[in-house]
């Protein structure tokens, strides 16, 4: 893995562009795998200012990592929103072109994962959960699972609260995810992670055992990783 480790949110969201930059510029029809979660929000202006500068998202096609089972598309609380209101509604992408997954049952996973294996993703934005999980692979989940139903952990529902009025009841208790699986099918991967409460699962990804208990740890077996982190989620690397 490669890491780069920045003063600040801003110089990382900068530094994670660079890292973007060099394919939206050799492949204007790239396929991007796109995250949501106040870590890429940063990274997502800085593809708006792109936009502004002239360059045109037109033939990109993107797909998310996940989604909450139970929330309307259209709900203030989704991910669909959540990317049309930091991205695609700032750029001149197609809205055709970018995908979110949707629904509850094994047949929609099947849906999102083979829609999937008809593209193959150039690069895969992620953030990090504080418990290590890439998008909500929990701890515990299979390295080969594909596109799923997640049970959400409590952990992860507390961190979440803070988008449903810091009310744990309201956020959902499962999600559709891409599989750890789908995501090491990736041909580049790139984790931006900030602030002291990621440096534990920070650690545990770069410098802990590949194992399950860190989904993230996963990502040591994949050949082309950049890892994007202010000083404090680095905080806990010993190298
Ligand atoms: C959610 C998402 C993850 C994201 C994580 C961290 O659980 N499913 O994809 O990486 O939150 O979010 P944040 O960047 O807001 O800390």
Same mark, same amino acid.
């Given at each position: 893995?490669?890491?780069?480790?920045?003063?600040?949110?801003?110089?990382?969201?900068?530094?994670?562009?660079?890292?973007?930059?060099?394919?939206?510029?050799?492949?204007?029809?790239?396929?991007?795998?796109?995250?949501?979660?106040?870590?890429?929000?940063?990274?997502?202006?800085?593809?708006?200012?792109?936009?502004?500068?002239?360059?045109?998202?037109? !033939? +990109?096609?993107?797909? /998310?990592?996940?989604?909450?089972? *139970?929330?309307?598309?259209? &709900?203030?609380?989704? %991910?669909?929103?959540?990317?049309?209101?930091?991205?695609?509604?700032?750029? !001149? +992408?197609?809205?055709? /072109?970018?995908?979110?997954?949707? *629904?509850?049952?094994?047949? &929609?996973?099947?849906? %999102?994962?083979?829609?999937?294996?008809?593209?193959?993703?150039?690069?895969?934005?992620?953030?990090?959960?504080?418990?290590?999980?890439?998008?909500?692979?929990?701890?515990?989940?299979?390295?080969?699972?594909?596109?799923?139903?997640?049970?959400?952990?409590?952990?992860?529902?507390?961190?979440?609260?803070?988008?449903?009025?810091?009310?744990?009841?309201?956020?959902?208790?499962?999600?559709?995810?891409?599989?750890?699986?789908?995501?090491?099918?990736?041909?580049?991967?790139?984790?931006?992670?900030?602030?002291?409460?990621?440096?534990?699962?920070?650690?545990?990804?770069?410098?802990?055992?590949?194992?399950?208990?860190?989904?993230?740890?996963?990502?040591?077996?994949?050949?082309?990783?950049?890892?994007?982190?202010?000083?404090?989620?680095?905080?806990?690397?010993?190298?």
């Amino acid at each position: 893995m490669k890491v780069i480790v920045c003063e600040n949110y801003d110089e990382m969201s900068a530094k994670a562009f660079e890292v973007i930059k060099e394919l939206l510029d050799v492949k204007k029809d790239a396929v991007l795998g796109l995250a949501t979660g106040s870590s890429p929000v940063g990274l997502y202006k800085e593809m708006i200012q792109y936009h502004k500068d002239g360059y045109s998202y037109k !033939d +990109i096609k993107s797909y /998310n990592l996940d989604e909450y089972v *139970g929330i309307d598309r259209k &709900d203030p609380q989704s %991910y669909y929103t959540f990317m049309y209101e930091n991205l695609f509604k700032d750029i !001149d +992408i197609d809205l055709n /072109n970018t995908h979110v997954p949707y *629904g509850n049952t094994e047949a &929609d996973c099947k849906a %999102y994962e083979d829609a999937l294996s008809e593209v193959s993703i150039d690069l895969q934005v992620l953030g990090i959960g504080q418990n290590g999980h890439i998008g909500f692979n929990e701890p515990g989940t299979p390295f080969e699972t594909l596109t799923h139903i997640v049970d959400l952990t409590e952990n992860t529902r507390e961190a979440n609260a803070r988008f449903f009025d810091n009310d744990i009841n309201k956020v959902p208790t499962q999600a559709i995810s891409m599989g750890i699986g789908t995501i090491m099918k990736s041909k580049k991967v790139l984790l931006v992670a900030n602030g002291e409460n990621k440096a534990d699962a920070i650690k545990a990804m770069i410098e802990g055992p590949i194992d399950t208990a860190c989904a993230a740890s996963a990502l040591q077996n994949h050949a082309d990783v950049v890892v994007v982190l202010d000083k404090a989620a680095a905080s806990k690397l010993t190298k």
